[in-house]
């Protein structure tokens, strides 16, 4: 859920809200934009994990305000920020420490967020272009949040190429002919493997080569007796109505006292 809101009197755009986070966030190119001097910075001890899996130091931490809500009903609280330089999509992130603070509740399926003031219930909406559009930007191959690189190792996923992502990590493949008497039809398999463990697997597939579609023709179905139900009715036997319901007078006042 990606929102906008006040922080520190600034309106910082492009706010992601993760219940997961157990950190409250804001990257370091947001933190200097914001014209805030990084000689505020208490010391972090404690470094943050999960960024690609890698264990990242904060530059410091920092309580600033965060607002929701207009002059007739409004409600402001301190919210300690660790302030992290890395190149991310996000300007901040907003995690359990904010939601617990404002007990705010979310609605992900809605884009809905509600936060209780003092005048009544403030009603926060994300934006679902501007999630689009993070998401756009983001290539194939650093889709998962958790993916970010250090800042000394800036990613530009809005100038690769397209077709070229990074994939580091990614198994190389090859295509095999599962018959040698039908050379079209190829299997993907790993071409990391041993010849003992191709030889193997190849075995394997062409015993079973029966569960393979190689075109529409192939594709025969799933047997009536495996799948089909049926539900038998006499077209002779009287309709009966149950008799109605009634619940006892205790559980009636309870409900009427709760509508």
Partial sequence: MVIKTNIAAWEISRVLIDTSSLADIIFAHTFDQMKLSRNQLQPS???????GGKQIQALGKISLPVS???QANARTEYITFDIVDLYYLYNAILGRGFTTRFNA??????LSMKIPAL???ITVRGSQKEARNIEKAIYRAQRNINVVESADKELEPLDMPRGK???AGQEETKLT?????LPDRKVTISSELSKAEEEELMQTLAKNKDIFAWSAS???GVSRDIIQHELNINENTRPRKQK???MSEDRILAAKAEI
Avoid at 105 to 110: I, V
Avoid at 177 to 181: G, I, T, V
């Fill in 165 to 167: 992502t990074d994939m």
């Fill in 68 to 70: 929701f809500g207009n």
């Fill in 45 to 51: 001890k404690s470094p943050l994990i999960g960024f």
């Fill in 119 to 121: 005048h009544g219930i």
């Fill in 244 to 246: 109605q319901r009634k």
């Fill in 177 to 181: 002919p599962l018959q040698k008497e």
């Fill in 105 to 110: 509740a979310l609605h992900m399926a809605y």
């Fill in 218 to 220: 192939d594709l025969q």
